[in-house]
C-alpha cells in the first residue's frame, strides 16, 4: 500500500511539475506557428551543406513544436524546396532545440548544468552531421515518398495528397465545412499564400486561404482550439509516461537498476531503449528523465534526452508521408549510433 | 458518420472537462500547501499560473460550446495517432480525479531504504557559497551533508557541535547502537528526491525510535566505523522527539 501511494505520490509529482510546460509548449507553437512566416524563412536557408543542416537545426528556435508537430514542417519544407540537409537537420533537432525545452530541461537538471548544455550540444552535432550526411543524396528520389519525389519533379497543382487519399481521410468535409470550425495547426502564408494544415493524421494539404481577412476573435479560436487538441493528445502521452516512470521506480529491483544503470555501456543502451519506446513528448521527457537521474550515469541520462526527442514511435507514421521506410530506418539508426558514440565518451571521459 | 454524430457532442465537452480538472487539481495542491510534498517551491507559483490558464481554457471552450449548442455540431477532427477519440482526456480526466481524491504521501524510511543507504552520505548538490561564520550547530543535516561532500574526511569535523532535525531510518545492516538520522531532498519534483542524512550513535541509556519517528538531536560529530566505513557520526546527547515539519523536504 504504502509502494502504491509512493507511485502515487511520483506520478503525480512528475504530472504537476511537467504540466506548466506542456500548456506553454501548446500555447507557444499554436500561437508562433501563425506568426512565423514559413515562406520568407525558406528563402533566407543557405545552400552550403554543411551550414545548411547547422541553420535547419537551429530554426526549431522558432518553431516551438516537439515531436508530434516537426515531421510535417519538415516536410513542408522541403516540399518548399528547401535544401534536404535542412530539412533533416531541421526534423530532427526541432523538437530539443527550442526555448521550452530548454528552460523545461533547466527545471529538471539545475544541480547538473552539464546535462542541459550537453543536450543542445548533442542534439545540434548529430542533427547537423546526419543533415550534412543526406546532402550527399542529391537525387531525392530513392529516398522520398514517391508522392513528393512527383511533386517535387512536375510541381503539380498544390494538392495531389489530397486527391490520392480522397475518402480514406476519415471522411472529413474537406471543403465545406468552414476552416475556422476544424481544429488543427495551421501555418499561414504557405506555398502561394495558402493556409495548410498542420494535421498529424492526415498529410498536410494546402487550402484554399479561408484565413484571410479572418478576425482576431476568430484566430484566437482557432489557437484556443488547436491548444486542447494539442493538449489532450500530448497531455495523454504524458500521462502513460510518468506512469511508467513511477512504477519503474517504484516497481523494478533496486539491484537490477543499479547494475545496469551503472555501467557505463548498458546503462546507454538502456536508455536509449527506454527513449525509444516511451515516445514521451520533449517538453516534458526531461522530468521523465530526472526519475532516473539518481540511479543512471549522466551519459544515458544524455542518451535518453538526444535521441528520445528524435526517435518517436508515434511518428514513425508521419515520417512515412515523408520518407521511404528505408530511409527512416537510415535515420534511426545513424541517429541511434551517434548519440551512443557521443554519450559514451561521456561516460568514460568526462563524468 | 452517423456513428460518430453523439461522439461529436459528448468529446469536447470531455476536453473541456479534463482540462478544467487539471486546472482544479492544482489550484488545489496550492490551496492546500501539497505542492510541497511533490515539488521544489521555485515551480510553485508556475502551478498556479498553469492552473488558472487551465481553467480559463476549459471556460473559453465551455462558453463556446455553450453558444454553438443548437447549431449544426460540425465534427470534431481528430488527429489522433496515438489513442483513439477521447482517451487523450479520459486518463487526463481520470488522473486528476485520482489526484483530488488521494492525497499525496511524505516519503519515509521505506522509500529511503529503497533508494540505497549507500546514498546517504552523498549529496548531488554542492554548496554554492561556504560561509566561514557558520556555526556548526546552525548546520542542518542537509548542509552538514554537502560540507561533507566537499571535504569528505570525518576526522576534519571531530568534536564539532551538531543540532539536526530528521526522520530515523534502521538500515539492516547498522548495529543496534546506531540509527541513521535523514531527510530527503528535492531538486525539481517527488521523482528525484532523494535521502540523506548520518549516522547517530545511541549511548546506552538512548532509547532507538522506530523508524520514520521525527527528532531533533544534540550532541559532537565523531568518528565511528560502521560496516567497514569511516564514517562521521553524530554522538547524540539528546534526542527529542519532535512532530513531522508542514515542509518535510530540504531543497
Redesign the interface.
Given at each position: 500500500m504504502n509502494q502504491l501511494n509512493n507511485g502515487f505520490t511520483i506520478f503525480l509529482s512528475l504530472l504537476v511539475e511537467a504540466m506548466p510546460f506542456l500548456l506553454l509548449g501548446v500555447l507557444f507553437s499554436s500561437l508562433l506557428l501563425f506568426f512565423v512566416d514559413e515562406r520568407k524563412l525558406v528563402e533566407k536557408m543557405p545552400q552550403n551543406p554543411l551550414l545548411g543542416a547547422l541553420v535547419g537545426s537551429m530554426v526549431g528556435f522558432l518553431f516551438p513544436v516537439c515531436e508530434c508537430g516537426n515531421v510535417p514542417v519538415a516536410r513542408r519544407l522541403l516540399m518548399q524546396g528547401v535544401p534536404t540537409p535542412v530539412a533533416v537537420g531541421f526534423l530532427l533537432a526541432a523538437p530539443t532545440i527550442n526555448p521550452i525545452v530548454i528552460w523545461a530541461t533547466w527545471t529538471a537538471f539545475r544541480d547538473q548544468p552539464e546535462i542541459v548544455v550537453l543536450r543542445v550540444v548533442f542534439s545540434l552535432l548529430i542533427a547537423t552531421i546526419i543533415g550534412y550526411v543526406f546532402s550527399f543524396q542529391t537525387d531525392l528520389q530513392p529516398i522520398v515518398q514517391p508522392a513528393i519525389a512527383r511533386y517535387l519533379k512536375f510541381n503539380p497543382p498544390p494538392n495531389p495528397e489530397q486527391k490520392r487519399r480522397g475518402k480514406s481521410s476519415t471522411g472529413k468535409p474537406a471543403i465545406n465545412t468552414p476552416n475556422i470550425l476544424r481544429s488543427g495547426t495551421y501555418i499561414l502564408g504557405g506555398r502561394a499564400g495558402m493556409t495548410t494544415r498542420l494535421d498529424a493524421n492526415q498529410l498536410p494539404t494546402s487550402e484554399p486561404n479561408l484565413n484571410t481577412g479572418k478576425s482576431k476573435a476568430d484566430k484566437l479560436r482557432l489557437v484556443l482550439d488547436n491548444s486542447i487538441q494539442e493538449l489532450r493528445e500530448l497531455g495523454g502521452v504524458m500521462i502513460l509516461g510518468s506512469a511508467i516512470a513511477a512504477a519503474i521506480q517504484v516497481l523494478a529491483p533496486r539491484d537490477l537498476i543499479l547494475s545496469l544503470g551503472a555501467g557505463p555501456i548498458t546503462s546507454i543502451l538502456v536508455m536509449l531503449v527506454l527513449a525509444a519506446v516511451v515516445s514521451i513528448c520533449s517538453t516534458v521527457d526531461s522530468f521523465f528523465a530526472l526519475s532516473f537521474a539518481s540511479t543512471f550515469s549522466s551519459g544515458s541520462l544524455l542518451a535518453f534526452l538526444v535521441f528520445g526527442p528524435m526517435i518517436d514511435i508515434k511518428s514513425v507514421g508521419l515520417m512515412l508521408s515523408m520518407f521511404k521506410p528505408k530511409t527512416i530506418f537510415y535515420l534511426f539508426a545513424l541517429a541511434g549510433q551517434l548519440t551512443f558514440l557521443f554519450t559514451l565518451f561521456i561516460n568514460l571521459h568526462v563524468i | 458518420?452517423t456513428k460518430s454524430q453523439p461522439q461529436n457532442k459528448f468529446l469536447p465537452w470531455l476536453?473541456v472537462l479534463?482540462?478544467a480538472s487539471?486546472g482544479v487539481?492544482?489550484l488545489k495542491?496550492w490551496v492546500t500547501g501539497k505542492?510541497n510534498?511533490?515539488?521544489h517551491p521555485?515551480?510553485f507559483g508556475?502551478?498556479f499560473?498553469?492552473g488558472i490558464?487551465?481553467i480559463v481554457?476549459a471556460f473559453?471552450?465551455a462558453k463556446?460550446l455553450w453558444q454553438r449548442r443548437r447549431r449544426e455540431i460540425?465534427?470534431?477532427?481528430?488527429?489522433?495517432?496515438?489513442?483513439a477519440p477521447g482517451?487523450?482526456?479520459s486518463?487526463?480526466l481520470i488522473?486528476a480525479i485520482?489526484?483530488i481524491i488521494?492525497t499525496?504521501?511524505v516519503?519515509?524510511s521505506?522509500?529511503a531504504l529503497?533508494?540505497?543507504v549507500t546514498?546517504l552520505t552523498n549529496s548531488?548538490?554542492?554548496p554554492q557559497a561556504f560561509r566561514a561564520s557558520t556555526r556548526p550547530e546552525e548546520r542542518s543535516l542537509v548542509d552538514w551533508v554537502r560540507t561533507l561532500s566537499v571535504y569528505p574526511e570525518p576526522d576534519g569535523y571531530t568534536g564539532q557541535k551538531v543540532k539536526v532535525q530528521g526522520f530515523v531510518i534502521h538500515p539492516p545492516d547498522m548495529g543496534k547502537e546506531y540509527i541513521f538520522l535523514a531527510r530527503f531532498v528535492l531538486?525539481?519534483?517527488?521523482?528525484?528526491a532523494?535521502p540523506v542524512g548520518l549516522p547517530v550513535k545511541l549511548s546506552e541509556s538512548q532509547e532507538r525510535y522506530t523508524p520514520d519517528t521525527w527528532l531533533e538531536i544534540e550532541g559532537k560529530m565523531v568518528t565511528e566505523t560502521i560496516s567497514g566505513k569511516r564514517q562521521l557520526t553524530i554522538a547524540a546527547s539528546s534526542l527529542k522527539k519532535i512532530p513531522q515539519p508542514p515542509n518535510p523536504y530540504s531543497y
Open positions: - | 458518420m476536453d479534463a482540462i487539471w487539481l492544482m495542491y505542492l510534498l511533490l515539488i521555485n515551480f508556475l502551478v499560473v498553469c490558464a487551465l481554457i473559453l471552450k463556446e460540425t465534427p470534431n477532427v481528430q488527429h489522433v495517432n496515438f489513442f482517451w487523450g482526456s486518463l487526463l488522473s485520482l489526484g488521494i499525496p504521501q516519503f519515509a521505506d522509500k529503497q533508494r540505497g546514498e548531488r548538490v554542492q531538486t525539481c519534483c517527488a521523482a528525484d532523494y
